[in-house]
């Protein structure tokens, strides 16, 4: 059983940063890729970015040049460096997982964001 766990949400102001951390439970070397969506009151999930095993990184439009994934390979880490931080950008944001061995993903318990005007 794969775990997830999250951290770094918070209350910022407009044009702040926020650092978001999920570590997991298994190797590095078992993950397929990891990403962050979000959900905010009354919407769907979407997905927010992507790294994949290789490296490859993959963001939303509306984060592109603002946020940063990253990982740390020793920590089976993923991180989300959020700059730039605009009111829309509240939300519950979730760390999800896919491991090499199963089409199953793996989704943390979520860690809440809140950027006020």
């Known amino acids: 059983q794969v775990q997830l766990v999250e951290s770094g949400g918070g209350l910022v102001q407009a044009g702040g940063s926020l650092r978001l951390s999920c570590a997991a439970s298994?190797?590095?070397?078992?993950?397929?890729?990891m990403g962050w969506y979000r959900q905010a009151p009354g919407k769907q999930r979407e997905l927010v970015a992507t790294?994949?095993?290789?490296?490859?990184?993959n963001y939303a439009d509306s984060v592109k040049g603002r946020f940063t994934i990253s990982r740390d390979h020793a920590k089976s880490t993923v991180y989300l460096q959020m700059n730039s931080l605009k009111p829309e950008d509240t939300a519950v944001y979730y760390c999800?997982?896919?491991?090499?061995?199963?089409?199953?993903?793996?989704w943390g318990q979520g860690t809440q964001v809140t950027v006020s005007s």
């Open positions: 790294i994949t095993r290789s490296g490859n990184t």
């Open positions: 999800n997982l896919g491991p090499i061995w199963s089409a199953q993903d793996y």
């Open positions: 298994v190797s590095i070397f078992s993950i397929n890729y």
